[in-house]
């Protein structure tokens, strides 16, 4: 690769995160609920694959672990992790039904389930978002630029301004980095005042 075409790449990536802008209501909402989910005990349930799985387990581990700052641990599960339950489901329903049937068991009325697709129309995903809005689920979409299936399955959607798979994948870990930081501070203020 040329320098010229790595700083085209750089160039689009930066565009691609001013463009972030405009979805920082939805950022601060997508914070929002995931505290609300969690001040009430919820769980947060995180689907996607390749990548988006990845970005699922990375940040499911933010909360469980810590992201900046030392505070108790939050509950969270990536569902691409237990890879006896994925090969078992794949195996005896299909690949399609994979976080589906983990949404079904796990998921209930005050959790968020956090679906990950830069297409927006993963076939397993948008199975686990309509399983997550038939127990009650929330469903937060992080998608590529028009949402794809997911748009009309989530109760909120943050969709990339960008068709490039690695540029969307940068956006949503930046997104959900965002998230998380706000996430720590909220938490970290209710300790100080001892709730």
Known sequence: MSATAALAILRQHQEVIQQLE???PDILSFAARLITCL???????WMGNGGSAGDAQHLSAELIGRFQRERRGLRSLALSTDTSLL????NDYGFEQVFARQVSALAGRGDVVVAISTSGSSRNVVK??????????????????GGGQLRALSDLLLAVPSGVTA????????IGHLVCELVDDHVAARSQQGT
Do not use: C, S
């Open 128 to 145: 686990g978002a309509e399983a997550a809005r038939a127990v009650g689920a929330t469903v937060v979409a992080l998608t590529g630029a």
């Open 22 to 24: 405009g979805l920082l």
């Open 87 to 90: 090969t078992a489901v794949a």
């Open 39 to 45: 001040d009430g005990g919820g769980t947060v349930l």
């Open 167 to 174: 540029r969307v994948q940068e956006a949503h870990i930046l």
